[in-house]
């Protein structure tokens, strides 16, 4: 979490992918949010690790990905 806490995004991920990998819903979480914040090919792959969170019931990728509405399309449409 200290790489969080510095917004190091590369070397969280590199802290969260085997935790991630391993499924934990945490890691999973919290790797997805290292992926977004890097640069938009890893962010594509963040929503994945979002969804296998909230599977394993993980409060905030739920919450996140409930409150996640397209950009694009604005609030005409939500994931």
């Given at each position: 979490?200290?790489?969080v806490q510095q917004a190091r995004w590369h070397d969280a991920e590199q802290e969260f992918r085997?935790?991630?990998?391993?499924?934990?819903?945490?890691a999973m979480y919290w790797l997805g949010r290292s992926l977004e914040y890097q640069?938009?090919?890893k962010g594509?792959?963040?929503g994945e690790w979002f969804y296998k969170s909230?599977?394993?019931g993980n409060p905030w990728a739920m919450t996140l990905l409930?409150?996640?509405k397209c950009?694009?399309?604005?609030?005409?449409?939500r994931n």
């Open positions: 979490m200290e790489y085997p935790e991630a990998e391993r499924g934990n819903a945490d640069n938009f090919q594509l792959t963040a909230a599977e394993l409930r409150d996640k950009e694009f399309l604005g609030d005409h449409y």
